[in-house]
């Protein structure tokens, strides 16, 4: 079955720089890949998705790019804020059946 | 749009005893859930797949006969930790797709606690 690693498990960054989570799967058929913000004791937000059709995607501070051949994906946050502090977690699934996720990321940006 | 509700948000239990737990679809008719556990610091690991009007499908190594899922209607999907044990204490929660390129939506979960 599907396997997702992510990398780092912790990332420390000061107010207003990048961070840059990447993630690999080993299913080649999976073709839907989203990213998920998740607060302590709370549900995961989904912040941005990418299918396996384009290469990258972007939404105002977030981006996400794909690169099918290798198999692996990447969350960049610019310009990052306090309130980005959270666990983040990548995900694949294959034509939006179960989603498998990373291992997670614990970001936290410094004021 | 798009809302799973679960219910309820946070439980107590003693060992031994059921708890069941319900995730409904408000807005949107789910023909498939998806249940899973997060311990604390932990990723979310898949538990099963819930499929309306049908058996679940488990993932390998969970049991089947612990964890009762339940989907008998295209909105609503309970999970049931029978004869629970203080390991079972974890973080649950439920999630479907929409549909329409909307993306999963999750619960608000639901957080065990057995004593």
């Known amino acids: 079955g599907e396997n997702v690693e992510q990398h780092p498990s912790t990332l420390s960054v000061q107010e207003g720089d990048s961070a840059v989570i990447k993630c690999t799967y080993s299913?080649?058929?999976?073709?839907?890949f989203p990213w998920y913000k998740q607060e302590l004791g709370k549900r995961p937000q989904l912040i941005i998705d990418?299918?396996?059709?384009?290469g990258e995607k972007k939404d105002q501070r977030i981006a996400v790019t794909l690169n099918k051949t290798a198999k692996h994906f990447s969350l960049h946050i610019t310009e990052t804020q306090p309130e980005d502090s959270a666990v983040y977690f990548c995900?694949?699934?294959?034509?939006?059946?179960?989603?498998?996720f990373g291992t997670g990321t614990r970001l936290q940006v410094f004021p | 749009g798009a809302v799973v509700s679960q219910h309820p948000s946070w439980v107590i239990c003693k060992s031994g005893t059921s708890v069941k737990i319900e995730c409904r679809s408000l807005?949107?008719?789910?023909?498939?859930m998806f249940w899973y556990r997060q311990f604390p610091k932990q990723s979310l690991m898949l538990m099963a797949t819930?499929?309306?009007?049908?058996?679940?499908?488990?993932e390998q190594g969970v049991e089947k006969d612990k964890f009762l899922i339940n989907h008998a209607s295209l909105t609503l999907s309970t999970l049931t930790v029978t004869s629970a044990h203080p390991e079972d204490s974890s973080f649950y929660i439920c999630?479907?797709?929409?549909?329409?390129?909307?993306?999963?939506?999750f619960g608000s979960g639901t957080r065990l606690t057995v004593v």
């Open positions: 999630s479907a797709d929409p549909g329409s390129n909307y993306g999963y939506t």
């Open positions: 299913d080649s058929a999976s073709n839907y």
């Open positions: 990418i299918r396996s059709n384009v």
């Open positions: 995900a694949a699934s294959i034509n939006t059946d179960k989603l498998i």
């Open positions: 807005d949107f008719q789910a023909t498939t």
């Open positions: 819930s499929n309306e009007g049908s058996k679940a499908t488990y």
